[in-house]
C-alpha cells in the first residue's frame, strides 16, 4: 500500500508540513508514503492544444504536446493506492499549479474519454491504455489559507478528483493557518486524513466521503450557481441543477430524478459531455475544412493585430 503525498507550498512550510503529518497518519496505519512538492517540479500551462483530444479519439492513445515532468509526476500519482494534496489557498481557491494540474488532467485524464480510447485501440487490435489510468482510486485534499477567504478551495480541489473519477474521501480547509504548526487540533486532523486515506484505499469500491457533509447532496460541495431571480441552480461541481427550499430554516437543493444521470462525476454524465464535445468538435472541423465564410471570419482577427511579445536577448 502506497499513498503518495503532494504539496503546493512553499519550501518546509505549512502545506510540507501538513502533508507530512497526513502521511505519518499513512504510516502509522501500515503504508508505504512518498512525498512530492509541486513547486520542484516543471509543469507547463495546458496549451488546450487538443493533441490529447485527437489522440484518444483518433486511436492514438494518451499523448501530449508539452515535454516537462508531467508525465513522471502522473506516474507516481497513478502508482500510488491513495493521495493527499494540500495547497495554499490563494485568492480564496488553489493555488495556481493545482490548476495547471487540473487542466493538464483536463480532455487526458476524463474518465469517459479514457474508456472510449481503450476501446478504440482494443478494436484496432493494439493495446489498451495503461490499466492504472482506469482503475479507481482515493485522493484527499487540505487547502491551507493565511486569512479567512476560502470558499472556493474545496471546489476547486474537488474539480481535480472529478476529471479521472477518484474518490474523494477527505476535502478540509483551514483558515488563519500561518501558524498550523501550533494547532493541535489541525495536525490531528491531517494525521488523521492520513490514516483515512489508508483505510478508504483498501476498499476503494465501498470507501466513502468522510468530510463534513454539504448542501450539495451529491457532491458534498457548496458552491452553487444561482440564476437570478430564480430559486433555481446549478451545483458547481456536479454540475446538477434544482430548485432552492427553505425547511427547518435551511436551504436545501433539490434535484429532479433525471437530473442524476447527467451528473459531471458519473460515467453515463461524462459520455453525455463527450458527446456534446464530439459533435461542436466536429461542427468546427468541418467548418475549417469547407466554409469560405468562416475561413474569411478568422482572417479578418488575424490580419486585424499580431500579439505584443517582450524582447528577449
Ligand atoms: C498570492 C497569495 C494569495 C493568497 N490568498 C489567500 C486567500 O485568498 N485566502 C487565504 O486564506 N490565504 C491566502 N494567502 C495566504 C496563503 O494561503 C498562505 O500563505 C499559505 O497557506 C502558506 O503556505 P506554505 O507555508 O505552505 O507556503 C495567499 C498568499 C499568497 C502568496
Known sequence: MKILGLSAGTNNGANDSMVKEALMG????????????????????????????????????????????????????????GIVLSSPIFENGTAGIVHTLTDRFGPSMDRGNLTIADKILKEQGKEGLDPRLLKDKVISFMGIGGSDWGELVQ??????????????IDNEKFQWSKTILMD????????????????????????????????????????FYIYPGTTHAKCNLCGLEGEFTIEDGKMKINYPEEELPLAHDTMSGKMKHGDDI????????????NS????????????????TVPARA
Open 26 to 81: 499513512a504510516q502509522s496505519a501500515g503504508a508505504e508514503v512518498e512525498f512530492i512538492n509541486l513547486l520542484k517540479l516543471d509543469i507547463h500551462h495546458c496549451t488546450g492544444c487538443i493533441a490529447c483530444v485527437k489522440g484518444l479519439f483518433g486511436g492514438k492513445g494518451r499523448i501530449c504536446s508539452q515535454k516537462d515532468d508531467f508525465l513522471w509526476l502522473l506516474d507516481k500519482m497513478l502508482d500510488a493506492d
Open 155 to 168: 471546489l476547486d480541489h474537488a474539480m481535480l478528483a472529478m476529471t479521472p473519477m477518484w474518490k474523494v
Open 184 to 223: 493541535d487540533d489541525a495536525l490531528a486532523k491531517a494525521h488523521q486524513i492520513g490514516i483515512n486515506i489508508v483505510e478508504a484505499a483498501k476498499d476503494v469500491e465501498h470507501a466513502t466521503y468522510q468530510g463534513a457533509e454539504g448542501v450539495c447532496p451529491h457532491c458534498h460541495l457548496n458552491n
Open 278 to 289: 464530439q459533435y461542436n468538435e466536429g461542427r468546427l472541423a468541418e467548418l475549417q475544412k
Open 292 to 307: 469560405e465564410e468562416f475561413k474569411a471570419r478568422k482572417k479578418k482577427y488575424m490580419d486585424f493585430i499580431k500579439p
